[in-house]
């Protein structure tokens, strides 16, 4: 019985990606899945631009939900987050984050090293 050199070339390429995935899986690391980051909480504050704060002059880290942002004013600012954000401990900037492209001066988290982080809260420091 002759097979066909079509079909040798078939079967030989579908064990060769077989093959490649297996040797892809068994090395990826966690910093490899690191990247595939679980979509975050919805938030359950914002921060609107224009009445909250006028530009943030400094940040401070409290721990991995909380940061206390300084305007420029010299108006401190509680910004605590729904959940962990990991990144903050060793951040040397962020970004804001809006939910959506209709509403652009209200923010709702912040992105740091590549992970979004969902206010819980963001108000004035009493």
């Known amino acids: 019985?002759?097979?066909?050199?079509?079909?040798?070339?078939?079967?030989?390429?579908?064990?060769?990606?077989?093959?490649?995935?297996?040797?892809?899986?068994?090395?990826?690391?966690?910093?490899?899945?690191?990247?595939?980051?679980?979509?975050?909480?919805?938030?359950?504050?914002?921060?609107?631009?224009?009445?909250?704060?006028?530009?943030?002059?400094?940040?401070?880290?409290?721990?991995?939900?909380?940061?206390?942002?300084t305007d420029d004013a010299g108006h401190k600012y509680n910004m605590k987050f729904t959940q962990d954000c990991a990144p903050l401990r060793d951040m040397k900037d962020f970004s804001l984050v809006t939910e959506s492209f209709h509403d652009m001066d209200r923010f709702t988290g912040i992105g740091v090293n590549g992970q979004i982080c969902t206010f819980k809260d963001f108000s004035p420091k009493s």
Do not use: C
């Open 1 to 69: 019985m002759f097979i066909q050199p079509d079909r040798l070339v078939a079967a030989g390429a579908v064990v060769a990606a077989g093959a490649i995935a297996i040797v892809g899986f068994g090395t990826a690391s966690d910093h490899d899945f690191a990247k595939w980051r679980p979509i975050p909480p919805p938030a359950e504050d914002a921060l609107t631009q224009a009445v909250d704060l006028n530009r943030i002059a400094g940040f401070r880290y409290i721990n991995d939900r909380e940061l206390e942002i």
